[in-house]
């Protein structure tokens, strides 16, 4: 009811002003606003709504509080801007719900963003002042929470009108305005609730598995709360609603950043702790650091996961556990990479996590063993047996272990950690290395001999090192009828390639290396050697070698295609390909990069990926091929050097052409390139354009800046397109062909972008080599020394 501050005028009046304060009860409208001194309680008796004060503080704030228990606030209005005096007055004008104080004017209001006919605030008695229209609702306290959360209250993101519901500490016990903690559901990755104090994590609940939070446990089925999140196309959010509404209970941050959940028992009148998110200790977010697990049944509390150690064992002894722990062997990167199961363990942070409702856990493994970064995956809902995808990557924080979680993570490990320990593997690596050593020492004793036996055979230098069948010249010969023009197919830095057919019936293509190519024995010996050792759908077969006279010859297997470049930069062939064709070349030309970086016996860098080295089979399938100036790279080597830069330019990245740096990023940024012209079906070099000087990477720039990127589309893809794809195959593009080697993505996480339309992609950054003066149509590979190349990139800033 309406209190009022002096009651002395009883008249026969009083019938008519009773039944008017009995029908206004719980609502204000703009004929009956409240003052300070006056409250509205809700229809039921539960919540009480007016002016109050904290403690020995003066400010006066409006908010909403319990009416038939212990007078505890659970909303308040104008937390940030107190009144400071008794002349404040809340009223409901077409602007919504307005907080005035006297003649300094408009306190605090709901903002509505429309003119409202005829609004109503209304207290319900779930503790949620409503606004209304008529019918429409307008606006209501449980879009915007304090630091209590009732019943029926959310805490997540409207994805259409954009709204975040969160919980916001008090600053103290007489101050309601906003402390330092918040508790919000992020939904960076997979979405959990975060518990910030300022910029640091304190806690987190571990993501909702299809019954409860992971971090929380004590969410089991219990006869008092239901909990319930929902993530749909409108909104992601997570609430708890009350079994038997006449329990009153409630969910409080209190200033220190604890969050409680308090039951009100009636024998006692008083509230009991029925539980709190940050248990103990493990709780502390992070605790033990990178792939390090709590338990506050050990002591020390912090142990590594199976298969790790500390990062820095010294600090780890001194109970500094932050830095977390480190592999003692390091991932192959590839199928050969296993998983370990762990059952009762908190899911880690899923910040750093990409997630599939439709598909399952098998698909789920094989997605994460087709990406390098990819460390553990599992379900994301337990129900039923499981269903859904949860992959995390790079590092995993914040596990702790829990026996009621029944849910089993698989984290990626190398194969040698799965079912031995150390003292096996160092038996295992000595009974490898003794006689690993011995056959070393006489392979390198056989080599020598073999090499000087070599040495005094002028016209067979080069046969003993290859691993490959030898053709004799006369097979060739006949095969390429005597090299005849009619069988010239084409002709690069290396030499003419010809086609022909061998007695057998099989067709080959025969790579002849030209006298006065810039090549050499070294380059041919180089592609031998390595294409030999690999074997990938998507590049070329190599089926042997002529070492004959003067004669060098590489025999191919033959792509009655040819290559990319005579078909994407050809008016009269572009067509053959449609957007399909295209689309799966990217892939292809993708997967065999990926295979090259990181699943081959050897990790090469190509050096010289571009169009007329995709060779296009009977399928139009892609196969990279020309291998001449391929480099190997050890296990830990991420760059190298050369004083030799060759390659073909509009395809070489900044670092290699200017300083001959060049690594796994260089081969990324050639694959940019191409991605870009075979959507445009354009030449990046001799790319003109009347408005700008910038080559094809330029153009794309300005076009993904403009929010104008299917321009770039080719105009005879018109029809076949398929625009989500294209769009991410341009996005992936200028990705590929960012300026700086570290802002490139890995080729594992390319064919994972391509793969997956899901997948959220980040901002390009500036493209490397993009702005041209006016460039000759120029396809010849380069031979460049430090000492007679400077090269001036113009770039805008």
């Given at each position: 009811m309406r209190h009022f501050a002096g009651f002395y005028f009883l008249s026969g009046n009083i019938v008519s002003l009773l039944f008017i304060i009995s029908t206004a009860l719980d609502t204000i409208s703009k004929d009956s606003p409240i003052k300070d001194g006056y409250t509205i309680v809700s229809a039921g008796g539960n919540f009480e709504l007016g002016f109050f004060s904290l403690g020995n503080s003066k400010n006066r704030y409006v908010g909403i509080w319990y009416k038939k228990i212990s007078k505890e606030v659970v909303w308040v209005a104008n937390r940030a801007n107190p009144l400071n005096n008794i002349s404040g007055t809340l009223t409901v004008s077409d602007k919504g719900i307005l907080l005035l104080n006297g003649t300094e004017g408009i306190i605090w209001s709901t903002n509505s963003s429309t003119s409202l006919r005829n609004p109503v605030a209304q207290l319900l008695d779930t503790g949620n002042?409503?606004?209304?229209?008529?019918?429409?609702?307008?606006?209501?306290?449980?879009?915007?929470?304090?630091?209590?959360?009732?019943?029926?209250?959310?805490?997540?993101?409207?994805l259409v009108t954009g709204l975040d519901r969160s919980l916001t500490s008090w600053k103290s016990s007489d101050d309601p305005s906003p402390g330092e903690y918040v508790s919000r559901l992020d939904t960076n990755g997979y979405p959990q609730i975060i518990l910030w104090e300022g910029p640091v994590i304190k806690y987190s609940s571990g993501p909702w598995n299809?019954?409860?939070?992971?971090?929380?446990?004590?969410?089991?089925?219990?006869?008092?709360?239901?909990?319930?999140?929902?993530?749909?196309?409108?909104?992601?959010?997570?609430?708890?609603?009350?079994?038997?509404?006449?329990?009153?209970?409630?969910?409080?941050?209190?200033?220190?950043?604890?969050?409680?959940?308090?039951?009100?028992?009636?024998?006692?009148?008083?509230?009991?702790?029925?539980?709190?998110?940050?248990?103990?200790t493990c709780d502390r977010y992070a605790l033990c650091g990178q792939f390090g697990r709590c338990n506050t049944k050990d002591s020390p509390p912090c142990a590594c996961l199976r298969g790790f150690e500390p990062k820095y064992p010294q600090q780890w002894n001194a109970a500094d556990w932050s830095n977390g722990c480190v592999r003692r062997t390091p991932l192959e990167c590839g199928t050969s990479d296993r998983f370990l199961k762990y059952s009762g363990l908190k899911l880690p942070d899923t910040r750093h996590s990409w997630f599939d409702k439709t598909i399952g856990l098998e698909e789920c493994q094989r997605l994460c063993l087709g990406n390098c970064s990819c460390v553990a995956y599992s379900n994301l809902d337990v129900r039923e047996g499981g269903s859904g995808c949860l992959l995390w990557f790079n590092e995993l924080f914040d596990f702790r272990e829990y026996a009621e979680i029944e849910q089993d993570l698989y984290i990626r490990m190398a194969a040698s950690e799965i079912g031995s320990d150390r003292k096996v593997k160092r038996a295992m690596l000595i009974a490898i290395i003794l006689p690993v050593s011995a056959i070393t020492i006489l392979g390198f004793l056989s080599w020598y001999a073999i090499h000087r036996k070599k040495s005094k055979k002028g016209g067979q230098e080069g046969k003993q090192d290859m691993e490959l069948p030898l053709f004799d010249l006369m097979t060739i010969t006949?095969?390429?009828?005597?090299?005849?023009?009619?069988?010239?197919?084409?002709?690069?830095?290396?030499?003419?390639?010809?086609?022909?057919?061998?007695?057998?019936?099989?067709?080959?293509?025969?790579?002849?290396?030209?006298?006065?190519?810039?090549?050499?024995?070294?380059?041919?010996?180089?592609?031998?050697?390595?294409?030999?050792?690999?074997?990938?759908?998507?590049?070329?077969?190599?089926?042997?070698?002529?070492?004959?006279?003067?004669?060098?010859?590489?025999?191919?297997?033959?792509?009655?295609?040819?290559?990319?470049?005579?078909?994407?930069?050809?008016?009269?062939?572009?067509?053959?390909?449609?957007?399909?064709?295209?689309?799966?070349?990217?892939?292809?030309?993708?997967?065999?990069?990926?295979?090259?970086?990181?699943?081959?016996?050897?990790?090469?860098?190509?050096?010289?990926?571009?169009?007329?080295?995709?060779?296009?089979?009977?399928?139009?399938?892609?196969?990279?091929?020309d291998f001449g100036l391929a480099r190997i790279f050890g296990g830990d080597q991420i760059e190298a050097k050369t004083k030799r830069v060759m390659g073909t330019y509009g395809y070489m990245s900044p670092e290699y052409a200017v300083d001959g740096k060049f690594s796994m990023k260089s081969d990324v940024f050639g694959l940019g390139v191409l991605l870009?012209?075979?959507?445009?079906?354009?030449?990046?070099?001799?790319?003109?354009h009347l408005g700008h000087h910038h080559n094809l990477l330029g153009h794309a720039w300005l076009l993904w800046n403009e929010g104008k990127a299917l321009e770039l589309m080719d105009t005879c893809l018109k029809e076949s397109v398929v625009e989500s794809q294209m769009l991410r195959c341009i996005h992936a593009g200028l990705l590929c062909v960012q300026k700086l080697t570290a802002d490139r993505p890995t080729m594992a996480s390319v064919v994972f972008m391509l793969s997956n339309e899901k997948v959220g992609l980040p901002q390009p950054k500036e493209p490397g080599f993009f702005i041209e003066r006016s460039t000759d149509e120029s396809n010849e590979k380069i031979c460049l020394t430090d000492n007679v190349l400077t090269l001036t990139i113009l770039e805008p800033r």
């Open positions: 002042l409503v606004l209304k229209d008529g019918t429409d609702l307008v606006w209501q306290s449980f879009d915007y929470p304090g630091n209590t959360l009732l019943p029926g209250m959310k805490i997540g993101h409207n299809g019954r409860l939070l992971t971090g929380r446990p004590n969410m089991k089925p219990n006869p008092y709360f239901t909990f319930e999140f929902v993530f749909n196309e409108t909104e992601i959010y997570y609430r708890y609603n009350l079994i038997h509404a006449s329990l009153p209970t409630r969910v409080v941050m209190i200033p220190t950043g604890l969050i409680q959940e308090l039951v009100w028992i009636d024998r006692t009148q008083s509230w009991l702790l029925y539980s709190t998110a940050q248990i103990d006949a095969a390429t009828k005597n090299f005849s023009s009619d069988n010239l197919i084409g002709e690069g830095g290396f030499g003419p390639v010809y086609q022909g057919k061998l007695s057998t019936g099989s067709e080959i293509a025969v790579k002849k290396l030209s006298k006065h190519s810039g090549q050499g024995l070294e380059e041919l010996k180089n592609e031998v050697v390595l294409i030999s050792k690999l074997q990938h759908r998507n590049l070329v077969k190599l089926l042997g070698c002529c070492l004959e006279g003067e004669e060098r010859m590489l025999v191919y297997e033959y792509m009655p295609n040819s290559s990319l470049d005579h078909f994407i930069f050809d008016d009269s062939r572009k067509r053959r390909l449609s957007w399909e064709n295209r689309f799966q070349i990217a892939m292809g030309i993708s997967r065999g990069l990926l295979y090259l970086h990181q699943d081959s016996r050897l990790r090469i860098i190509h050096r010289d990926l571009k169009t007329s080295n995709i060779l296009l089979d009977s399928e139009l399938k892609p196969k990279i091929s870009l012209e075979l959507v445009s079906g354009r030449k990046n070099r001799t790319f003109h």
